[in-house]
């Protein structure tokens, strides 16, 4: 946890967060992170790379994120293209991918790179892993934040939350759910960025009963933050 004055916020002067975000749909779990990061003290700084209208570029506009369109030619173009304006133009220190397509080692090879999966790994590999869990009989569902290598959700994992599927199965408010889920695993790893990688895994019990998460968050603050968030947006959770 970062050292701390008497308001028990993380002091100005620590360890800035570069997180470069690549974007092919909303953003919102990296908007929703900024606003309780920066309300929490940490200062955070993004940048992020789409390779199409959608709305995180939006998104990056209202936040006053720098933000840069790539056209998606090949892995290795796109991968080469962003890896040099987030990490050489932008000063970015690591890249969180919320993004429907592959990358290459030109992107992964340059930093610590890590992919936001909308369900738990191994079980549920590749596209529509939220839906699939609905349907596959499974009593939990979850996220999974894991590192990026050159196989299709198959590097190794740093994070995952996982709740009870509600009864009656309701994709909605699964829907709802995994945008929880992404986001408390977005502040574990902003947390533990901002620590320079130490970060002491733990279980924690994000938000009520039923929910896991390993590693949680070791800041109270954070902790209170997301709980305050999920149930000002009236995400379903005690389900």
């Not at 995952?160 to 699964?174: A, H, I, K, R, Y």
């Not at 970060?199 to 019990?205: F, G, L, N, W």
Request: glycine residues 12%; negative net charge; contains cysteine.
């Amino acid at each position: 946890m970062l050292p701390s004055g008497s308001d028990g916020h993380p002091r100005l002067e620590e360890k800035l967060i570069r997180i470069g975000l690549v974007c092919s749909a909303g953003g919102s779990v990296a908007g929703a992170a900024m606003d309780i990061l920066r309300a929490q003290g940490y200062l955070v700084s993004m940048a992020m790379v789409t390779d199409r209208s959608c709305g995180a570029e939006t998104l990056a506009q209202a936040f006053g994120i720098p933000h840069r369109r790539i056209a998606f030619d090949s892995r290795e173009q796109f991968s080469r293209d962003a890896a040099s304006w987030l990490y050489d133009e932008q000063g970015m220190s690591a890249t969180c991918l919320f993004f429907d397509r592959l990358v290459s080692r030109e992107l992964f090879g340059r930093g610590s790179c890590f992919n936001f999966h909308p369900a738990l790994l191994p079980a549920f590999i590749g596209m529509r892993g939220l839906e699939r869990s609905a349907t596959s009989g499974a009593r939990f569902f979850g996220a999974t934040v894991h590192g990026v290598d050159e196989t299709m959700d198959g590097g190794p994992i740093v994070g995952q939350v996982v709740s009870p599927v509600p009864s009656p199965v309701d994709l909605t408010v699964m829907q709802r759910m995994s945008f929880a889920h992404k986001l408390y695993l977005f502040l574990v790893l902003a947390e533990r960025l901002a620590q320079g990688g130490d970060h002491a895994p733990h279980v924690a019990t994000p938000g009520g009963r039923g929910h896991l998460a390993s590693p949680g968050l070791s800041s109270a603050g954070l902790e209170r933050a997301f709980v305050a968030y999920v149930n000002e947006a009236g995400i379903p959770w005690d389900i």
